[in-house]
């Protein structure tokens, strides 16, 4: 069963971090890995991407904050959020990419208070 098993979510105030972790299976021969977030009554964006050679981008509303890596296996992909703003609050949702089409996580909560 194709799966993309998210976790890391949570409760944090603001100017605070947290991990979130997503481990792939029975996924394979991937193009790129990514983190895209949902807020509340908004449209789901992208947040960062990481591809298979290791390149990296981020949004603007995250770059210098965030953080996108993978393990050595490259079937788990972190994003490290630090500095974390209440603006930041969303459902997060890990992504792979094969061949131009996405899997997605079942998503995790992220909840930045002020």
């Known amino acids: 069963q194709v799966q993309l098993v998210e976790s890391g979510g949570g409760l944090v105030q603001a100017g605070g971090s947290l991990r979130l972790s997503c481990a792939r299976r029975?996924?394979?021969?991937?193009?790129?890995m990514g983190w895209y977030r949902q807020p509340p009554g908004k449209q789901r964006e992208s947040v960062a991407r990481?591809?298979?050679?290791?390149?990296?981008n981020y949004a603007d509303s995250v770059k210098g904050r965030f953080t996108i890596s993978t393990d050595n296996t490259k079937s788990t992909v972190y994003l490290q959020m630090n500095s974390l703003k209440p603006e930041d609050t969303a459902v997060y949702y890990c992504?792979?990419?094969?061949?131009?089409?996405?899997?997605w996580g079942q998503g995790t909560q992220v909840t930045v208070s002020s």
């Open positions: 029975n996924i394979f021969s991937i193009n790129a």
């Open positions: 992504s792979a990419e094969r061949g131009g089409v996405l899997t």
């Open positions: 990481i591809t298979s050679g290791g390149r990296t």
